[in-house]
């Protein structure tokens, strides 16, 4: 069974910089998709970056230029990289992974994927 599970979220100022980290175990980095989410109170769950098996990435308009999104292979990490923090950034982050077929694409939809982390608090103060 795919397990997922955060690092790395904490408190910065704007400006500042966070990587987090997602320790996965039991799944092959070619065959999945795997993302980053976030959630604000009140706001809806938002996709911030994903990463296909071939290591395309995508990223919301909101964080591109600010944000990378990598796999540590030798690790089996998932990472995102935050710089230039804003307060809006503000939110509990989450990774999650879904398994791709031969016929299927990575997408930014959160139903698809079925491996989830619990999340990391990631705040950012003015």
């Known amino acids: 069974d795919v397990q997922l599970a955060e690092s790395g979220g904490g408190s910065v100022q704007s400006g500042g910089s966070l990587e987090l980290a997602c320790a996965g175990s039991?799944?092959?980095?070619?065959?999945?998709?795997k993302g980053w989410f976030r959630q604000s109170p009140g706001k809806e769950r938002d996709v911030v970056a994903f990463?296909?098996?071939?290591?395309?990435?995508t990223y919301a308009d909101s964080v591109k230029g600010r944000f990378t999104i990598s796999q540590d292979n030798a690790k089996n990490a998932l990472l995102l990289r935050m710089n230039n923090l804003k307060p809006e950034d503000t939110a509990v982050y989450v990774c999650?992974?879904?398994?791709?077929?031969?016929?299927?694409?990575?997408?930014?939809?959160?139903?698809?994927?079925?491996?989830r982390g619990r999340g990391t608090q990631v705040t950012v103060s003015s």
């Open positions: 999650a992974a879904r398994i791709i077929g031969p016929y299927d694409y990575c997408s930014g939809d959160w139903f698809t994927y079925g491996w």
């Open positions: 039991g799944y092959a980095s070619t065959t999945y998709c």
């Open positions: 990463i296909s098996g071939d290591g395309s990435t």
